[in-house]
Each structure stands twice: as structure tokens, then as C-alpha cells.
């Protein structure tokens, strides 16, 4: 009983107390259902907030730890372990919070299988929180694999035209780059004798060649998941056919797995591949960002465009992970949170749209501004927030960002020149400019479609949906000192770990 | 004297064999349904006294080393039993077979011969526990003579197999003749004595591989399965691919690693080789199948491959993780071939395409389906995964990385194939797929128990691990 | 005495003939004479090496052999009735029912 009572198996399971309750109803009783799901969600986001509440932000190691044995014979040592810290606390407090909002999106859009979809919800929920909880390799891989089902289902079956084309398409690209990484995982969990995290990272010892490898194989992964140029054209599809609240999670959380999981192993497990392969990595972020930017802009279907914005945004991540220095890292992460509130927030108002218009093409509106003056703003504050306007949340992370890679490209840092730190800035303007192109299109001017005459302005549940949203942007981007309290330490001791001078330059 | 504990499950199935011949010609025709169950609870009691009486302690030698009671040859016993019991239950009420005292005598002597198979110890022995195990193979997959399909199945399946057995036969010939004995345990070291030069060696033994490959359906001696699977009865196809193959496994897991250290090397590299080719044959050509009985086919050429990569890396973890993957193979493939001869009775079509809406006229067994399926694909947390983790582990180990990586790329190729037929059970409708899917019970319960099984391997894995090191504890 | 590698050369040389019959023959019959020839071949070679080792159970095995030959034949050539039955050949480029 105590086990199941460790904090971060709470956090973990309970969703699944909300799964076991969902089958033993039929799918004809949606009310029940939603609210079921909708309960288990904010539970789990009360127990999330219970654990933040005994979260020791000034220790940089593991906190709740849980370590048991799961397999151990012949030379196999698989441990179920899991276990917090700075890095990973964020994104927790950010899948539970946004789970029970998409979920209540999804009130009056998914009528259809309504248990069924719940369910593969809150066993996407689940298996997102593993993968960020987890501290065993073999573990991690697990729970990593595990989130694919839930979303193909939900892709595939409450998705758009081509949503099988778009379901399997996502299953196999994520399941192509994370199976490499299992060869790496076996190759570490064979060679050095155990698979659980800290002990591997205490162990190091791996050559730097072999490390390079390892390194491209677990970055293969990730970099599909995140997803970086060239590996993206994946997202829009899945994007743009997932319905409303699988695309909010999809981008708000699942993408950041992919980030998450370079700075959780990537840079400690192998060190010396990452100085390597930084500048590389920065690359191909910078050129991320320059072609997201460029490709949103020439987009008609709104849901499109902000797929590709999610590409330049993650692009502003990886850049910030790869300066290697502290306020690359942390602005990387909390980026990761803030594109997650962003633009879960734009595809919500996307999705409400759509619920009213059925349509996301662009030229089906404009001059909303006049007949939706709520929706409107909201829409803009979020664009705005989103293209990074400073005093909104996307402007504190990719300032942090922009600062950690221009500290990085200074002489004998591992990007080795600021023009990374310059290109990326320039993304920033790009930003701008489509995000305001897409405002411009759909609020401002004449009315040309007749149906938006008669739009209904956003409702109390919608409101309700939207309105914390807003409070963390508006958090965030002015008062991000506790957001970055939380995230410091762990990551200064992650720096620590890096064969870089660079951390010594900047102080 | 002979430790008769030792070979009670052969005396069990022998017995039960004969019990079924007997009660069939005393049966009235409408009495026939009783053989199945006979047949089934026959098997079982087989099964749990093979686990109560028959486990091995001491390495034993029985009958002057022809045959070796030892956890190899008890854990692919209970594989083969497991197997049967579970083809009974997919047979009931098939047309033509379901009702046949004949088909169940078969079925339970070709168990007979495959747990001889799994507990061999001599080249004798082999050659008969080999026939025992497939003439009545041959005769169940040509069982329905009045299907076309099925007695070409038959045919081609007996041709194919007489011919690579004579191959094999005349490998074994020239092996007595390199060694003076034919006690695979006494033939390694007669070899060393007698200096046989590694080309002549290596001869004999792609002679002998031609049979075994022939069992397990490895490249080039694949070529008859897809045509077998396709055309015999379903429940036989279920049986062939699983214990069958698992039969050819075990004794050329045996026989390679006991009869020839001295050239370990050089049948490694063939059989990794060997592996790739097999498993990218297999999974490529299954990619453009609309039949999932062919598809199914080519999918299980395809794991053997993967099996192969664990008997190529010669290692103690080799040999866990080819009995690992086996047992999860079984259960999943027994299921996956239940599905298709559940709804093959149901509706009389075995193409993909007809399974759309499926998950709607059956939710139960779309489900269970899935699970089956994405086990065959290797997504955790289900049996499949470990054990393509463990092959995978043990190809690493043995510095075959590429082995793996070849490995990990058929894995996706596989998932594709096994994505399009959840597509359509899932994703896609089709009309009448309101009404209900009537499954017999039996037939439910056995797909539960291998459901369960196949999660149990993939989240519980220490008492199989265990099992399997035990295995590999006997020749390492 | 003859010399051993006699036998092996003519086994050799039996074990290719059939071989080389199943292989480019296409009535099934004669097929299933081929790998007797083959089966047969395997038998010269372990009787000759039972006689020069001195070693009875080369000549035993070759007693199973002709026993397993011998019901595989019986079943082989009740399966070819059933085949000649539904399709009226035995020749087996026409027995291609199963394509794929």
C-alpha cells in the first residue's frame, strides 16, 4: 500500500483509476463519461499540484525517488524507477493541467465513442507522465512507446479526412526513430551492466567515439518527436487530422518529450557527443526556425499554419539545449512550457472555430473581430504571446533562449560563433510576421462570408477552458522568477556534468 | 533402467492418441463434438502433469543418450502440449476436421514427435521424432480433400518436406561418417579427434540446415509456407506456424551449439546472415498481401528471422531470448491465427479488407485482436516486445550490431502491416458491421488466456526469464 | 576390398542424380522417385561407413530410414490422389492453385 502511495505513483496511475471506471460504462453514456474523465484529470492535477507543494526546489538531484527491482537475472538489471527534478517538474504540472482542459474541450466536439475516447485520453495522460517520471532506461522506453497507441487511436479514429493516412504515418515515423534508440539503450544497459539513469550517468566511461553513435541513435528519436528539420513532415499531418484536443496535447505535450528527453539523457549520458554535435544540432534548430517560419507563412489552413509554427518554436528549444549553458537550458525548458500553454491555447480557439464554421481555411473569414470581440482577443493575446511579445510568457523563454545561445557562440563556446544566436533572432521577426498576416486575415476587414455573420461569441464552458490558459501566459511573461527558481538548480547541476568551458565564460 | 517419469508426457500423448482412434470408431455421428473435448482435456492433463512429474533435476540420459531429459526439452514440451490444446479449441466445429477422431489422433502423435524433437540427443532419434512430428503435419494440412486449397496445401507441404529431409539425411550421413558416432553429445568431440577440415564440416552441416530451415521456414527453404498456410485448414495453419516452427528451433538450437563448437564461427556468420535475409524477405513481401492468412505467413517468416538472430549470437542470452521469444510467439501467433479461423467460420473470407468494422461487431475480440497484433509488432508493454528486446540484446552482445539494426528497420517494416489490418478492424466501417459477432465461449476463453499471457510476458518477465535461463543453463 | 571413398564418390554422385531430378522433373512421381534416390544415397554412404568403422548403428539407421521413406511415400501418394482428384494433372506447374 505504501508503494502505491509513493507520490509519483500516484501522480503516474491514477489516471488509470479513471480507465478501469470508463470500462465498466457503455459508450452511450457520454455524460457519465466526461465527467468521469474530466475528474480522474483534475485529480491528477491536485495530486501534481500536492507533489509540487513538497518539491525541495533548491536540490538539483531526484526527489520522491522510488526504486524497485523489476528484472534482475543474468547480468539484466532492470529497475522500476522514478523520480523528479527540476527538469522534469514543469512538464509534469503541464501535462496534468492541460489534460483536464483538453478534455473539456472535447464536451460537445467528440460525440462519438465518447468512453472509448476518454479512455485513450487518460491512458495518453498516463503514459506521458512515465515518460517524463521515468529513470530507467528500459522503463522510460516503455512508457515512450506506450503513448503511440492511445494517440494513433485518437488520431485515427476521431480525426479528420485523412486521418488513417495521418495515424499510421505518425506511428511509424515516431516508431522508426525511437526503435534506433532502443538499440542504444540495449548497447548502454548490456555494456555497462544496468539501465537505471544516474547510475549510468555516474558510471560514464563511454569512449567518445561510441558516444557519438549513442548519441545519434537516442537523438533520432527525439529529433523525430520533437520534431526537428528535416524529420517534421510528420506533425501537419497528424496536426491538422487529430482532433481538437489531441492536437493540444499533441503539441503541448508530446512534442516535448522529444526536447525533454535530449536534456534528460542525451547531454548527461553522453557528454563529450553532445559538445560535439552542438553546433550541428544548432543547425539544423536554426534552420527549424527559418523554415517553420517561412512555411506558416505561406499556409491557408490555420491548423497548418500553427503545425509549422511548432516546428520554428521547437527549433528556438533545441537551439536553447544546445548552447549547453544555463540560460539556454532553462529558457529551452521553460519554453517548452510556455509553447505548450500557447499553442494548446491556439488550437483550442482553432478548434472552436472549426466547431462553429467547419471550415479552417482562411478565406472563409475575416472581420471577425467585429462579430466574436471576445474570441478575438483572446486570439490575439495568445498570437502575441506566441510570436514572443515581451510581458507575455513567449518573449521571457526565447529571450533566455537567445541570450544562452549568443553566451554559447562567444569564443571557445560549443556553438562557437553568435551567428546562430543572430539567424534565430531574425526567426523571431518572421514570427511576427505570419502570426499577425493570420490575425489580420481572419479579424480584421469586411465581413466577405455571409454564415460569420450569425457566429456565436465563446460560452461560460469555453471561457472556462481558455481562461487559465491566459493566466500563465500572462504569469509567466511577467513574473517568471519561480518558474525559473524551479528549473535552476537541476539544471546548473546538469551543466556542471558537460566538458564545457563555456559554463566558466559566462559566470 | 528408464526413468519413466522422465518420458511421461510421451506416454501421456501416446496414450491419448490411441484413446482418440478408439473412441472415434465407437462414436455415432452425432457424438463426434465429445472427441474435441476428450482431445483438449487429454492435452491438458498432459500439460500439468508434464509440469507436476516430468521436471528435470539431474541432467539425465535416456535410453543410451537417444534421448536427454533436461529444461530444454521440458520447456518446448510445454510449448508443443500448450500449442495443441490450443489448436483443439480453435478446430471445434470446423468443417471437415472439427468432427474427426483421425485429425485429433494426428495432431496429438505430431506433438509426440516435436516434444521427441525438443528432447533428442542423437541423430537417430532426430530423423524419427523429425517424421513422427511431420508426416501427420503433412496429412492435416492436406486434411480437407475436398477443398482443393487444402489438399494442395498437402501436397506441396509433403514434397517440400521430403525432399529437404533427404537432403538432411544425407547430411547426417556424412556426419557419421566425420565422427564414427550419432550421439549429437559424442559427435563434437569425435570431430575434434578426428581433425575434420572446416569446408567438408560446414558441408555436411548446410546439408543438415536444410532440413531444420525447411522446419522454421528460414531462407531459401521459405517458400513453401505461404502457399501451406494459405490453403490448409486454418487451426492447422495456427498449429504449423507455432509449435511446429518452435519444434525446428529447438533442435537446431541443440544441435548446432552441442554438435559443432568447433566451427562456431563460421555457422554464426551464416545463420546472422542467414537472419537478415529471412527476416527482410519476410517482412517485405508480407507488406503486399491482402490475404492475412498469406500475410500472417509471410509475417512468421519473418520472426523467424528474428528467432534466428538469437540462435546466431551462440550465447547463453542467445538462448534465452530464442525460448523467450518463442513462448510469446506462440501465444500471440495461436491467437492471431484463432482470430482469423473464428471469423473465417463466421463469414467464410480471409482478406484484409473484410475486417473492417470488425471492431464494432465484436468489440471483446477487436481488442483482444489488437493486443495480438501489436505484440506481433513489438510495442511494449506486451510479450513480443521482450523478446524481440532480448534477440536484439543478444546480437549486441555478440558484436553483431548491424544484425540488429537490420533487425530494428523489419520491426518497423512489420508494424506497417500490422497497423493496416488494425486499420481496418479499428479505423474503417463497412456495411452490416452492427450486427453482433457470435464467438463460442471455449473459443473466447482460449483467446483471453492468450491475451493474458502475452501481457503477462511483457510486464512480469522473471518467471519466464528464469525458465529460459535454465535452458540456456544446460549448454552453457 | 572396394575402397570406402568408392562409395562415397558413387553416393555422391546418386544424391546429385536425384537432386538434380527433383529439381527439373515435373510429374510428381517421378519427383517422389528422386528423393528416394536421394534417401537411398544417404543410405549407401551409412552403410559404408558402419562397415568401415566397425559400427552397427549406421547399418541400423538406415533400417529407420527406409521405414520413414516408406511412410512418407504412403502418404505422398494418397495426397496425389487427392490432388489428381480435384485438379485431374499431377504434373506440378499445373497444382498452382495457391499463388502469391
Same mark, same amino acid.
Given at each position: 500500500?505504501?508503494?502505491?502511495?509513493?507520490?509519483?505513483?500516484?501522480?503516474?496511475?491514477?489516471?488509470?483509476?479513471?480507465?478501469?471506471?470508463?470500462?465498466?460504462?457503455?459508450?452511450?453514456?457520454?455524460?457519465?463519461?466526461?465527467?468521469?474523465?474530466?475528474?480522474?484529470?483534475?485529480?491528477?492535477?491536485?495530486?501534481?499540484?500536492?507533489?509540487?507543494?513538497?518539491?525541495?526546489?533548491?536540490?538539483?538531484?531526484?526527489?520522491?525517488?522510488?526504486?524497485?527491482?523489476?528484472?534482475?537475472?543474468?547480468?539484466?538489471?532492470?529497475?522500476?524507477?522514478?523520480?523528479?527534478?527540476?527538469?522534469?517538474?514543469?512538464?509534469?504540472?503541464?501535462?496534468?493541467?492541460?489534460?483536464?482542459?483538453?478534455?473539456?474541450?472535447?464536451?460537445?466536439?467528440?460525440?462519438?465513442?465518447?468512453?472509448?475516447?476518454?479512455?485513450?485520453?487518460?491512458?495518453?495522460?498516463?503514459?506521458?507522465?512515465?515518460?517524463?517520471?521515468?529513470?530507467?532506461?528500459?522503463?522510460?522506453?516503455?512508457?515512450?512507446?506506450?503513448?503511440?497507441?492511445?494517440?494513433?487511436?485518437?488520431?485515427?479514429?476521431?480525426?479528420?479526412?485523412?486521418?488513417?493516412?495521418?495515424?499510421?504515418?505518425?506511428?511509424?515515423?515516431?516508431?522508426?526513430?525511437?526503435?534506433?534508440?532502443?538499440?542504444?539503450?540495449?548497447?548502454?544497459?548490456?555494456?555497462?551492466?544496468?539501465?537505471?539513469?544516474?547510475?549510468?550517468?555516474?558510471?560514464?566511461?563511454?569512449?567518445?567515439?561510441?558516444?557519438?553513435?549513442?548519441?545519434?541513435?537516442?537523438?533520432?528519436?527525439?529529433?523525430?518527436?520533437?520534431?526537428?528539420?528535416?524529420?517534421?513532415?510528420?506533425?501537419?499531418?497528424?496536426?491538422?487530422?487529430?482532433?481538437?484536443?489531441?492536437?493540444?496535447?499533441?503539441?503541448?505535450?508530446?512534442?516535448?518529450?522529444?526536447?525533454?528527453?535530449?536534456?534528460?539523457?542525451?547531454?548527461?549520458?553522453?557528454?563529450?557527443?553532445?559538445?560535439?554535435?552542438?553546433?550541428?544540432?544548432?543547425?539544423?534548430?536554426?534552420?527549424?526556425?527559418?523554415?517553420?517560419?517561412?512555411?506558416?507563412?505561406?499556409?491557408?489552413?490555420?491548423?497548418?499554419?500553427?503545425?509549422?509554427?511548432?516546428?520554428?518554436?521547437?527549433?528556438?528549444?533545441?537551439?536553447?539545449?544546445?548552447?549547453?549553458?544555463?540560460?539556454?537550458?532553462?529558457?529551452?525548458?521553460?519554453?517548452?512550457?510556455?509553447?505548450?500553454?500557447?499553442?494548446?491555447?491556439?488550437?483550442?480557439?482553432?478548434?472552436?472555430?472549426?466547431?462553429?464554421?467547419?471550415?479552417?481555411?482562411?478565406?472563409?473569414?475575416?472581420?471577425?473581430?467585429?462579430?466574436?470581440?471576445?474570441?478575438?482577443?483572446?486570439?490575439?493575446?495568445?498570437?502575441?504571446?506566441?510570436?514572443?511579445?515581451?510581458?507575455?510568457?513567449?518573449?521571457?523563454?526565447?529571450?533566455?533562449?537567445?541570450?544562452?545561445?549568443?553566451?554559447?557562440?562567444?569564443?571557445?563556446?560549443?556553438?562557437?560563433?553568435?551567428?546562430?544566436?543572430?539567424?534565430?533572432?531574425?526567426?523571431?521577426?518572421?514570427?511576427?510576421?505570419?502570426?499577425?498576416?493570420?490575425?489580420?486575415?481572419?479579424?480584421?476587414?469586411?465581413?466577405?462570408?455571409?454564415?460569420?455573420?450569425?457566429?456565436?461569441?465563446?460560452?461560460?464552458?469555453?471561457?472556462?477552458?481558455?481562461?487559465?490558459?491566459?493566466?500563465?501566459?500572462?504569469?509567466?511573461?511577467?513574473?517568471?522568477?519561480?518558474?525559473?527558481?524551479?528549473?535552476?538548480?537541476?539544471?546548473?547541476?546538469?551543466?556542471?556534468?558537460?566538458?564545457?568551458?563555456?559554463?566558466?565564460?559566462?559566470? | 533402467?528408464?526413468?519413466?517419469?522422465?518420458?511421461?508426457?510421451?506416454?501421456?500423448?501416446?496414450?491419448?492418441?490411441?484413446?482418440?482412434?478408439?473412441?472415434?470408431?465407437?462414436?455415432?455421428?452425432?457424438?463426434?463434438?465429445?472427441?474435441?473435448?476428450?482431445?483438449?482435456?487429454?492435452?491438458?492433463?498432459?500439460?500439468?502433469?508434464?509440469?507436476?512429474?516430468?521436471?528435470?533435476?539431474?541432467?539425465?540420459?535416456?535410453?543410451?543418450?537417444?534421448?536427454?531429459?533436461?529444461?530444454?526439452?521440458?520447456?518446448?514440451?510445454?510449448?508443443?502440449?500448450?500449442?495443441?490444446?490450443?489448436?483443439?479449441?480453435?478446430?471445434?466445429?470446423?468443417?471437415?476436421?472439427?468432427?474427426?477422431?483421425?485429425?485429433?489422433?494426428?495432431?496429438?502423435?505430431?506433438?509426440?514427435?516435436?516434444?521427441?524433437?525438443?528432447?533428442?540427443?542423437?541423430?537417430?532419434?532426430?530423423?524419427?521424432?523429425?517424421?513422427?512430428?511431420?508426416?501427420?503435419?503433412?496429412?492435416?494440412?492436406?486434411?480437407?480433400?475436398?477443398?482443393?486449397?487444402?489438399?494442395?496445401?498437402?501436397?506441396?507441404?509433403?514434397?517440400?518436406?521430403?525432399?529437404?529431409?533427404?537432403?538432411?539425411?544425407?547430411?547426417?550421413?556424412?556426419?557419421?561418417?566425420?565422427?564414427?558416432?550419432?550421439?549429437?553429445?559424442?559427435?563434437?568431440?569425435?570431430?575434434?579427434?578426428?581433425?575434420?577440415?572446416?569446408?567438408?564440416?560446414?558441408?555436411?552441416?548446410?546439408?543438415?540446415?536444410?532440413?531444420?530451415?525447411?522446419?522454421?521456414?528460414?531462407?531459401?527453404?521459405?517458400?513453401?509456407?505461404?502457399?501451406?498456410?494459405?490453403?490448409?485448414?486454418?487451426?492447422?495453419?495456427?498449429?504449423?506456424?507455432?509449435?511446429?516452427?518452435?519444434?525446428?528451433?529447438?533442435?537446431?538450437?541443440?544441435?548446432?551449439?552441442?554438435?559443432?563448437?568447433?566451427?562456431? #564461427?563460421?555457422?554464426?556468420?551464416?545463420?546472422? =546472415?542467414?537472419?537478415?535475409?529471412?527476416? &527482410? @524477405?519476410?517482412?517485405? +513481401?508480407? %507488406? *503486399?498481401?491482402?490475404?492475412?492468412?498469406?500475410?500472417?505467413?509471410?509475417?512468421?517468416?519473418?520472426?523467424?528471422?528474428?528467432?534466428?538472430?538469437?540462435?546466431?549470437?551462440?550465447?547463453?542470452?542467445?538462448?534465452?531470448?530464442?525460448?523467450?521469444?518463442?513462448?510469446?510467439?506462440?501465444?500471440?501467433?495461436?491467437?492471431?491465427?484463432?482470430?482469423?479461423?473464428?471469423?473465417?467460420?463466421?463469414?467464410?473470407?480471409?482478406?484484409?479488407?473484410?475486417?473492417?468494422?470488425?471492431?464494432?461487431?465484436?468489440?471483446?475480440?477487436?481488442?483482444?485482436?489488437?493486443?495480438?497484433?501489436?505484440?506481433?509488432?513489438?510495442?511494449?508493454?506486451?510479450?513480443?516486445?521482450?523478446?524481440?528486446?532480448?534477440?536484439?540484446?543478444?546480437?549486441?552482445?555478440?558484436?553483431?550490431?548491424?544484425?540488429? #539494426?537490420?533487425?530494428?528497420?523489419?520491426?518497423? =517494416?512489420?508494424?506497417?502491416?500490422?497497423? &493496416? @489490418?488494425?486499420?481496418? +478492424?479499428? %479505423? *474503417?466501417?463497412?456495411?452490416?458491421?452492427?450486427?453482433?459477432?457470435?464467438?463460442?465461449?471455449?473459443?473466447?476463453?482460449?483467446?483471453?488466456?492468450?491475451?493474458?499471457?502475452?501481457?503477462?510476458?511483457?510486464?512480469?518477465?522473471?518467471?519466464?526469464?528464469?525458465?529460459?535461463?535454465?535452458?540456456?543453463?544446460?549448454?552453457? | 576390398?572396394?575402397?570406402?571413398?568408392?562409395?562415397?564418390?558413387?553416393?555422391?554422385?546418386?544424391?546429385?542424380?536425384?537432386?538434380?531430378?527433383?529439381?527439373?522433373?515435373?510429374?510428381?512421381?517421378?519427383?517422389?522417385?528422386?528423393?528416394?534416390?536421394?534417401?537411398?544415397?544417404?543410405?549407401?554412404?551409412?552403410?559404408?561407413?558402419?562397415?568401415?568403422?566397425?559400427?552397427?548403428?549406421?547399418?541400423?539407421?538406415?533400417?529407420?530410414?527406409?521405414?520413414?521413406?516408406?511412410?512418407?511415400?504412403?502418404?505422398?501418394?494418397?495426397?496425389?490422389?487427392?490432388?489428381?482428384?480435384?485438379?485431374?494433372?499431377?504434373?506440378?506447374?499445373?497444382?498452382?492453385?495457391?499463388?502469391?
Amino acid at each position: 500500500m505504501d508503494f502505491i502511495l509513493e507520490p509519483l505513483n500516484l501522480v503516474t496511475f491514477f489516471p488509470l483509476v479513471g480507465v478501469l471506471l470508463l470500462l465498466l460504462l457503455k459508450n452511450e453514456q457520454k455524460k457519465i463519461a466526461r465527467w468521469v474523465a474530466l475528474v480522474t484529470a483534475l485529480v491528477t492535477f491536485g495530486i501534481s499540484l500536492w507533489v509540487l507543494s513538497m518539491f525541495d526546489a533548491s536540490n538539483p538531484g531526484l526527489q520522491f525517488m522510488i526504486e524497485e527491482d523489476w528484472i534482475q537475472v543474468a547480468g539484466w538489471k532492470i529497475k522500476y524507477a522514478l523520480g523528479m527534478d527540476g527538469i522534469s517538474i514543469l512538464l509534469v504540472l503541464l501535462t496534468t493541467f492541460l489534460t483536464p482542459i483538453a478534455i473539456l474541450s472535447t464536451w460537445k466536439a467528440i460525440d462519438e465513442k465518447v468512453r472509448d475516447f476518454q479512455l485513450f485520453f487518460l491512458l495518453l495522460e498516463m503514459g506521458m507522465l512515465g515518460v517524463f517520471l521515468a529513470q530507467d532506461l528500459f522503463l522510460f522506453y516503455v512508457f515512450w512507446e506506450f503513448t503511440l497507441v492511445p494517440m494513433y487511436f485518437l488520431i485515427g479514429i476521431w480525426g479528420g479526412e485523412k486521418r488513417m493516412y495521418a495515424a499510421i504515418k505518425f506511428f511509424l515515423y515516431t516508431m522508426a526513430g525511437s526503435i534506433l534508440m532502443l538499440l542504444a539503450i540495449l548497447w548502454l544497459g548490456i555494456r555497462q551492466g544496468t539501465f537505471f539513469l544516474p547510475e549510468l550517468i555516474a558510471k560514464g566511461g563511454i569512449p567518445a567515439d561510441v558516444q557519438f553513435w549513442l548519441f545519434l541513435a537516442f537523438a533520432a528519436a527525439f529529433a523525430i518527436k520533437v520534431p526537428m528539420w528535416p524529420l517534421h513532415s510528420w506533425l501537419p499531418d497528424a496536426h491538422v487530422q487529430a482532433p481538437t484536443a489531441g492536437s493540444v496535447i499533441l503539441a503541448g505535450v508530446l512534442l516535448k518529450m522529444g526536447t525533454y528527453g535530449f536534456v534528460r539523457f542525451n547531454l548527461p549520458l553522453f557528454p563529450e557527443a553532445a559538445v560535439q554535435l552542438a553546433p550541428t544540432m544548432a543547425l539544423l534548430a536554426v534552420i527549424g526556425i527559418l523554415y517553420g517560419a517561412a512555411v506558416s507563412y505561406s499556409q491557408t489552413d490555420v491548423k497548418k499554419l500553427v503545425a509549422y509554427s511548432s516546428v520554428s518554436h521547437l527549433g528556438f528549444v533545441i537551439l536553447g539545449i544546445f548552447a549547453l549553458n544555463e540560460q539556454g537550458i532553462a529558457g529551452g525548458i521553460l519554453q517548452m512550457v510556455n509553447h505548450g500553454i500557447s499553442t494548446g491555447a491556439l488550437f483550442l480557439l482553432i478548434g472552436f472555430i472549426y466547431e462553429r464554421r467547419h471550415t479552417r481555411d482562411f478565406d472563409q473569414f475575416g472581420g471577425l473581430w467585429k462579430v466574436v470581440p471576445v474570441y478575438a482577443v483572446i486570439t490575439l493575446i495568445v498570437s502575441l504571446s506566441s510570436m514572443g511579445l515581451p510581458g507575455l510568457n513567449g518573449f521571457v523563454g526565447e529571450f533566455a533562449i537567445l541570450l544562452g545561445a549568443w553566451g554559447a557562440g562567444t569564443a571557445g563556446g560549443p556553438l562557437g560563433t553568435p551567428l546562430f544566436a543572430a539567424f534565430a533572432a531574425a526567426g523571431v521577426i518572421l514570427a511576427a510576421v505570419y502570426i499577425l498576416f493570420m490575425f489580420q486575415k481572419m479579424f480584421l476587414g469586411p465581413i466577405t462570408v455571409e454564415e460569420n455573420k450569425n457566429i456565436k461569441d465563446l460560452n461560460w464552458r469555453e471561457l472556462l477552458v481558455i481562461v487559465p490558459l491566459l493566466v500563465f501566459i500572462f504569469w509567466i511573461g511577467l513574473y517568471p522568477k519561480p518558474f525559473f527558481d524551479l528549473i535552476g538548480p537541476s539544471v546548473s547541476h546538469l551543466v556542471e556534468m558537460l566538458p564545457t568551458a563555456v559554463s566558466t565564460v559566462l559566470h | 533402467m528408464v526413468d519413466y517419469l522422465a518420458i511421461l508426457p510421451e506416454i501421456a500423448l501416446l496414450v491419448l492418441a490411441a484413446i482418440l482412434l478408439l473412441v472415434d470408431i465407437r462414436l455415432k455421428e452425432e457424438g463426434k463434438d465429445t472427441l474435441n473435448w476428450i482431445a483438449l482435456f487429454g492435452l491438458v492433463i498432459t500439460f500439468v502433469l508434464t509440469i507436476l512429474l516430468a521436471q528435470p533435476g539431474e541432467e539425465e540420459v535416456i535410453w543410451g543418450g537417444m534421448l536427454r531429459h533436461d529444461w530444454m526439452a521440458f520447456v518446448f514440451r510445454l510449448v508443443f502440449i500448450a500449442g495443441a490444446a490450443f489448436t483443439v479449441v480453435f478446430s471445434r466445429g470446423w468443417e471437415a476436421i472439427g468432427d474427426r477422431g483421425e485429425f485429433y489422433g494426428l495432431l496429438v502423435l505430431s506433438t509426440l514427435g516435436m516434444t521427441l524433437m525438443g528432447a533428442a540427443g542423437d541423430l537417430v532419434m532426430l530423423l524419427l521424432a523429425i517424421e513422427t512430428a511431420s508426416i501427420p503435419l503433412y496429412i492435416m494440412a492436406g486434411f480437407s480433400t475436398k477443398d482443393g486449397k487444402s489438399a494442395e496445401a498437402g501436397f506441396k507441404y509433403l514434397l517440400f518436406g521430403a525432399m529437404t529431409s533427404a537432403v538432411m539425411m544425407y547430411g547426417f550421413s556424412l556426419l557419421f561418417g566425420f565422427g564414427g558416432t550419432t550421439d549429437i553429445y559424442a559427435l563434437a568431440d569425435a570431430i575434434a579427434a578426428g581433425n575434420v577440415p572446416t569446408l567438408p564440416l560446414m558441408t555436411s552441416i548446410i546439408l543438415v540446415l536444410v532440413g531444420f530451415g525447411f522446419k522454421i521456414s528460414m531462407f531459401p527453404f521459405h517458400f513453401w509456407s505461404p502457399d501451406v498456410y494459405e490453403g490448409a485448414p486454418t487451426p492447422v495453419t495456427g498449429f504449423l506456424s507455432t509449435a511446429s516452427k518452435a519444434a525446428g528451433f529447438a533442435v537446431l538450437v541443440r544441435v548446432m551449439l552441442v554438435a559443432f563448437p568447433s566451427v562456431t #564461427v563460421e555457422w554464426q556468420t551464416l545463420l546472422a =546472415i542467414l537472419s537478415a535475409i529471412t527476416m &527482410t @524477405v519476410g517482412n517485405l +513481401v508480407a %507488406l *503486399r498481401q491482402t490475404n492475412i492468412k498469406r500475410m500472417l505467413a509471410y509475417s512468421s517468416i519473418g520472426h523467424a528471422g528474428y528467432i534466428l538472430m538469437g540462435v546466431a549470437a551462440a550465447s547463453s542470452l542467445g538462448v534465452i531470448s530464442v525460448v523467450y521469444y518463442i513462448a510469446a510467439y506462440l501465444l500471440t501467433n495461436l491467437a492471431a491465427f484463432g482470430f482469423v479461423a473464428i471469423y473465417y467460420k463466421q463469414t467464410g473470407s480471409d482478406e484484409i479488407e473484410d475486417y473492417a468494422g470488425f471492431s464494432r461487431r465484436s468489440p471483446g475480440l477487436a481488442f483482444a485482436m489488437l493486443f495480438t497484433f501489436l505484440s506481433l509488432g513489438g510495442i511494449p508493454p506486451l510479450g513480443g516486445f521482450f523478446g524481440k528486446l532480448l534477440v536484439f540484446s543478444a546480437a549486441i552482445q555478440a558484436d553483431m550490431v548491424w544484425l540488429a #539494426v537490420v533487425g530494428v528497420l523489419n520491426a518497423v =517494416i512489420a508494424l506497417y502491416y500490422y497497423l &493496416t @489490418v488494425i486499420k481496418f +478492424v479499428y %479505423l *474503417r466501417r463497412q456495411e452490416g458491421d452492427e450486427v453482433p459477432f457470435p464467438v463460442a465461449k471455449s473459443q473466447s476463453l482460449a483467446i483471453i488466456i492468450c491475451v493474458l499471457g502475452v501481457t503477462f510476458l511483457g510486464v512480469i518477465m522473471a518467471p519466464m526469464f528464469e525458465l529460459a535461463q535454465k535452458v540456456a543453463s544446460s549448454f552453457f | 576390398m572396394v575402397p570406402l571413398s568408392y562409395y562415397v564418390a558413387l553416393s555422391a554422385i546418386l544424391f546429385a542424380l536425384g537432386a538434380l531430378g527433383v529439381l527439373t522433373r515435373r510429374n510428381t512421381i517421378i519427383i517422389f522417385m528422386s528423393i528416394e534416390l536421394m534417401l537411398n544415397s544417404a543410405n549407401l554412404l551409412f552403410v559404408a561407413f558402419a562397415r568401415s568403422f566397425g559400427d552397427v548403428s549406421g547399418q541400423i539407421f538406415v533400417f529407420f530410414v527406409m521405414a520413414v521413406a516408406a511412410a512418407e511415400v504412403a502418404v505422398g501418394l494418397a495426397l496425389i490422389v487427392a490432388v489428381f482428384r480435384n485438379k485431374h494433372t499431377i504434373n506440378i506447374d499445373e497444382v498452382s492453385g495457391l499463388k502469391g
